[in-house]
């Protein structure tokens, strides 16, 4: 995506809360500091027993379809990520009912070798990347939670709304008068003024992470009465170079940088709420 602002002479024409987050990203260890938000954690590979990597090679090797299966369906993950896996394992008779599917995942697996379908099987588990929860744990160990009434009369300071998913949505809609579909991840007040907002972790470009930052834009474009809403993205969206030292144009980035609306990291939310204590 074509940029229309030049980020390295005209950086001051971009909303000065991106401008912060950009700096954050470039000058400082922003990946190893966002961990306080997002600690994605480790994962280790599960090593299978001698005889079940045995018999698995085997199978593998005499091309037993049947007793590959038998063997696969012990085990919680699959060699690959297959579309109709799990129904097959799961679903009475899916099997037998589906010789096609079947025939199509065993001629994959025989595109692999024995041994690299076992060492696929035995790879580190994707780390947990449900960051919405991850953000709230955050949120709730870093600001104040007050009920809705107290959250209503509190005029000092900085706060955030304690309710449940339900409340929130019914606070924001009947209260702040504002049009959501969905409980904001960010219900906050700060002295006087109501922020609320949509988070974010964009971990690369394409895909569903193109669809996560359209919906933070959208939610912040929709600004109704005194109410702030804010962008609260952390992740790609604030690279500016690839390691070939060009710019970076991708759809995330270009998107998030250039937008008039105030998106930040994480990282600097209690700047951002700061401003409006008197």
């Known amino acids: 995506m074509r940029r229309t602002i030049d980020i390295q002479s005209q950086r001051r024409q971009l909303n000065p809360w991106v401008q ?13 500091a966002i961990q306080v ?10 090593r299978i027993n001698n005889r079940d990597r045995r018999e698995l090679i085997l199978a593998h090797t005499s091309r037993n379809i049947e007793q590959l299966f038998q063997l696969l369906k012990q085990y919680n993950k699959f060699p690959y990520d297959d579309p109709v896996w799990y129904m097959l394992k799961n679903i009475k008779d899916c099997f037998e ?16 070798t024995a041994e690299e379908t076992v060492v696929r099987l035995e790879s580190a588990p994707k780390i947990n990347t449900q960051v919405g929860p991850m953000f709230t744990q955050w949120l709730r160990k870093t600001f104040k939670r007050l009920p809705r009434e107290a959250f209503i009369q509190s005029t000092e300071g900085i706060c955030i709304l304690d309710c449940s998913e339900e409340e929130g949505k019914r606070f924001v809609q009947e ?12 219900i906050a007040k700060s002295g006087t003024q109501y922020i609320i907002g949509e988070a974010k972790w964009v971990g690369q470009p394409g895909g569903n992470q193109t669809k996560n930052v359209e919906e933070v834009l959208a939610f912040c474009n929709l600004q109704r009465g005194d109410i702030r809403r804010i962008g609260i993205i952390d992740g790609f969206p604030w690279a500016v170079y690839g390691t070939n030292g ?5 759809k995330e980035a270009v998107l998030v940088q250039e937008s008039p609306f105030d998106i930040l990291s994480a990282l600097l939310l209690n700047d951002y709420l700061t401003q409006f204590v008197v």
């Not at 912060?20 to 190893?32: A, G, H, M, R, V």
């Not at 938000?37 to 599960?46: I, K, L, N, R, W």
């Not at 009912?97 to 692999?112: G, K, Y």
């Open 37 to 46: 938000v997002y600690p994605f954690g480790s994962a280790s590979p599960e």
């Open 20 to 32: 912060k987050s950009i700096t954050l990203f470039l000058n400082t260890s922003y990946l190893d």
């Open 246 to 250: 060009r710019l970076i144009e991708s």
């Open 175 to 186: 209260t702040l008068n504002q049009d959501i579909s969905k409980r904001p991840d960010l």
């Open 97 to 112: 009912r589906n010789p096609q599917q079947s025939r199509r995942i065993a001629e994959t697996l025989f595109n692999m």
